[in-house]
């Protein structure tokens, strides 16, 4: 479930990138009004879930048809929630490295049956036959921001709003630019590092990038994480910067200012970190 202090990777996707069914059903649903924007979105995702399951863990719920929406010039964008998806990942994720005494009082074995079906018809069911493999639209981070997704975006296309209420700092750019950044990256990345735990997942976003419309709208998101910074803080932040300046470091071999800009960029964020220990 989302995390009232998250931050968001999104993709929102044109409607072409819908088969004819779902190009309907979002059309018709932006043209209501029903799409919530982003500072109540995961209020509303946290309390459908929750309401869903009820008491605890004994049925996998049915959760309604539910994305942000965006309109990028004269185009219509979408990014679906996926949260039944969600909640059947969450059912297995929470079994795992557990005793099955445990997992069984947690999520019972009925349940983790329901989940593990959905998730593996998701990926392998007939509709990918027809359609592809479905894509999911929304990564989720919980009391920071993964460094990997500054990669995708330039510190030129941040969008600040410090206003009582509304306060939110987000990014976003053209899926185009942000897999060329990405390529980039893991080209530096492995030829300085090689295969190091960094590389390997930008590489992994960078393949999440391309399942996507060449059309589409990344959007980065900081959520919650703006109600934990004061307003000097949000205001000078650079993060995409610093990673920047830190990637253009690695390529001309200058190994101590790439250091410098990674832990200006991690002393950053830890005090961020060292909130989710107190909590």
């Known amino acids: 479930m989302p995390s009232l202090f998250a931050s968001y990777l999104r993709v929102y996707e044109p409607l072409t990138a819908f088969d004819r069914d779902r190009q ?7 043209r209501e009004g029903r799409a919530l924007g982003l500072v109540d979105g995961p209020v509303k995702q946290r309390s459908a879930v929750l309401e869903a399951l009820g008491a605890g863990w004994t049925r996998l719920p ?3 048809d539910e994305a942000y929406v965006l309109e990028w010039g004269e185009t219509l964008l979408v990014c679906p929630w996926n949260l039944r998806l969600r909640v059947a990942e969450a059912a297995l994720n929470a079994r795992d490295g557990v005793p099955s005494v445990l997992a069984d009082a947690f999520v019972p074995p009925v349940l983790a049956g ?4 959905i998730v593996e018809d998701w990926r392998s069911g007939a509709k990918v036959l027809e359609h592809g493999v479905p894509r999911v639209h929304e990564q989720i981070a919980t009391w920071g921001v993964p460094l990997r997704w500054f990669v995708f975006v330039d510190l030129e296309e941040r969008e600040i709003d410090l206003a009582a209420g509304r306060r939110t700092l987000r ?3 053209e899926i185009s630019k942000a897999r060329r950044r990405a390529h980039r990256g893991v080209s530096v990345l492995r030829k300085s590092l090689g295969d190091a735990p960094i590389t390997e997942a930008v590489e992994e976003g ?3 990038l391309e399942e996507f419309h060449p059309r589409s709208i990344v959007e980065l998101d900081y959520g919650g994480l703006v109600n934990l910074l004061p307003d000097d803080d949000l205001g000078g932040d650079d993060s995409p910067g ?5 990637l253009s470091a690695l390529s001309r071999g200058d190994a101590d200012a790439a250091s410098e800009a990674y832990e200006k960029l991690v002393d950053r964020w830890r005090g961020v970190q060292l909130l989710e220990r107190c909590n």
Do not use: E
Request: charged residues 25%; without cysteine; glycine residues 4%.
């Open 24 to 30: 309907v059903f979002w059309r018709k649903y932006a």
């Open 62 to 64: 049915d959760l309604p």
């Open 114 to 117: 329901q989940a593990r079906a």
């Open 171 to 173: 990014y976003r750019t």
């Open 206 to 208: 960078t393949r999440w």
């Open 242 to 246: 610093l990673v920047a300046a830190g």
